[in-house]
């Protein structure tokens, strides 16, 4: 077995986990507060990467030339407009069924995804679009094995996905909202007694998770340069699986969940046959949740009596 190979296929899994893993995270954060998965968090992050592709047109044309603020500029203003649709999401989608039964949610957020499918094919075709490589250039990491490449967009990629889940776990441990959250987690009914507005805190924690699935549309964006209006089933999908596999509910483990579905789908890709990958994906998922029914990091639900 070639160790090139080996680094070069678990750079690229740390790279692709690191997307899944803040996709996973709005899934994560709704499920915890709500209960519910937000299924139309998928399509959050295909329009994600259409928003990329028009601010950065946008702010070339108003004549900035400094790339690093265009493309920080471009992560500011899609993160805005994606924590808007995952704010329009829930005030569409759950609010006005939070008193139904439980399936009724599920279903009018698939409804909400295919809406926004059909609004971006409609309004951008169904053509791929794509933008022009910004970031070239890539760094050689010498080791006893070989060299191991890595890109420059990729190194942002790692460097952003962490910075984001650091600032993220801030708020939820640090600040009131975080404070809020959990309360709201934990007993929604008893935080409204005591002063929290549960549904403004709901309808902030769709809108973080969707900043997320923001971040990851522009990072994914950089990075492959090409989409399309259906990318957001399969990435959801594996998104979500991510999200199960580290242990739904929890912001560590959707992380953990991305990385090691990354890795798997890399190492299984450049040993074995891309076209199972999915399959190998999946039959992980179903081991882990055999021998760990709540995920790698998952705590078992207690049923209060």
């Not at 089933?233 to 990385?259: H, N, Q, R």
Request: glycine share 12%; with cysteine.
């Amino acid at each position: 077995m070639d160790l090139h190979i080996i680094g070069q296929q678990a750079v690229n899994g740390l790279i692709l986990g690191s997307i899944y893993g803040l996709i996973a995270v709005g899934y994560t954060m709704v499920y915890g507060i709500i209960g519910m998965i937000n299924f139309a968090h998928g399509e959050i992050y295909m329009v994600s990467a259409y928003l990329t592709a028009i601010f950065l047109a946008l702010l070339t044309a108003f004549g900035l030339q400094s790339l690093p603020v265009v493309l920080f500029l471009t992560l500011l203003l899609t993160m805005a407009f994606t924590a808007l649709y995952g704010w329009t999401v829930e005030r569409l989608a759950y609010r006005p069924l939070r008193g139904s039964t439980r399936l009724a949610p599920w279903i009018s957020a698939i409804g909400i995804s295919l809406v926004l499918q059909n609004y971006v094919r409609i309004s951008q075709g169904a053509r791929n679009q794509g933008i022009p490589v910004l970031l070239e250039g890539k760094f050689r990491l010498q080791a006893a094995a070989g060299t191991v490449q890595i890109t420059h967009v990729q190194v942002v990629i790692v460097l952003v996905a962490l910075a984001s889940m650091a600032v993220l776990t801030w708020i939820m441990h640090h600040t009131s909202l975080g404070r809020c959250c959990r309360a709201t987690q934990q007993d929604r009914r008893m935080a409204e007694l005591l002063g929290v507005d549960s549904g403004r805190i709901i309808a902030t924690v769709f809108a973080l998770g969707a900043a997320m699935a923001g971040v990851a549309g522009v990072l994914v964006t950089l990075n492959y340069g090409s989409f399309d209006f259906y990318i957001g089933f399969v990435t959801g999908i594996k998104a979500f699986t991510a999200a199960v596999l580290g242990g739904i509910g929890s912001l560590p483990g959707a992380m953990l969940g991305g990385v090691v579905l990354g890795l798997a789908e890399s190492l299984f890709s450049g040993f074995v046959n891309t076209d199972y990958k999915d399959v190998f994906a999946f039959a992980i998922l179903v081991l882990v949740l055999i021998w760990r029914p709540s995920g790698l990091l998952g705590r078992p639900e207690v049923e209060k009596v």
